[in-house]
T-cell receptor
Framework: GAVVSQHPSWVICKSGTSVKIECRSL??????MFWYRQFPKQSLMLMAT?????????EQGVEKDKFLINHASLTLSTLTVTSAHPEDSSFYIC????????????FGSGTRLTVV | DAKTTQPTSMDCAEGRAANLPCNHS???????VYWYRQIHSQGPQYIIH???NNETNEMASLIITEDRKSSTLILPHATLRDTAVYYC????????????FGKGTRLSVIA
């Protein structure tokens, strides 16, 4: 149980275009979703926290107008990378609190974004 | 910043036990020790967590020192599929605080 489905798994886009990444909680309600990004050979860095029905909070240095987060329902949170540039190429991962059995977090499978 | 310190990398022979250490000397009384792993190009996977007692599940064992300043994750019989980056994280048991990842330990299981 407690699966977070993340799509797409990978995407290649041209500079200047926007890309939307979706994370769905399949068998539980995710009132909170954390968004991370991971550059090659580096650890996961928290970008933002989204809460259902309210505005997301962003970590220092993360541009909220560039990384649009929407959490309109208890089962869906989306991250849109707007006007993507090559430096936005990264591995994006979502995560939601899992209260079923371990009070840990369930992670999506990640999205590999390549901007050309 | 992460509150844990782990070795950068370790090797382990297939079939042998892998013992991954973690230092968390500033852990608070209400914080648990969590272990996750990340296989290449996948999302992190929960392994185990504990407060002060040793814990065991189908994946691993967690040994926490009495002063709780360090812990060891034990994979009893490592396989090639256990090759991954292992993260030791401390966080409160309840609440929605995000996981803060350190650099982790890159475990390579060698045939």
């Amino acid at each position: 149980g407690a699966v977070v489905s993340q799509h797409p798994s990978w995407v290649i886009c041209k500079s200047g275009t926007s890309v939307k990444i979706e994370c769905r909680s399949l068998d539980f309600q995710a009132t909170t979703m954390f968004w991370y990004r991971q550059f090659p050979k580096q650890s996961l860095m928290l970008m933002a926290t989204s809460n259902e029905g309210s505005k997301a909070t962003y970590e220092q240095g993360v541009e909220k107008d560039k990384f649009l987060i929407n959490h309109a329902s208890l089962t869906l949170s989306t991250l849109t990378v707007t006007s993507a540039h090559p430096e936005d190429s990264s591995f994006y991962i979502c995560s939601a609190p899992n209260r079923t059995n371990n009070y840990g977090y369930t992670f999506g499978s990640g999205t590999r974004l390549t901007v050309v | 910043d992460a509150k844990t310190t782990q070795p950068t990398s370790m090797d382990c022979a297939e079939g042998r036990a892998a013992n991954l250490p973690c230092n968390h000397s500033t852990i608070s009384g209400n914080e648990y020790v969590y272990w996750y792993r990340q296989i290449h190009s996948q999302g992190p996977q929960y392994i185990i967590h504990g407060l002060k007692n040793n814990e065991t599940n189908e994946m691993a064992s967690l040994i926490i020192t009495e002063d709780r300043k360090s812990s060891t994750l034990i994979l009893p019989h490592a396989t090639l599929r256990d090759t991954a980056v292992y993260y030791c994280i401390v966080r409160p048991y309840s609440g929605n605080t995000p996981l803060v990842f350190g650099k982790g330990t890159r475990l390579s299981v060698i045939a």
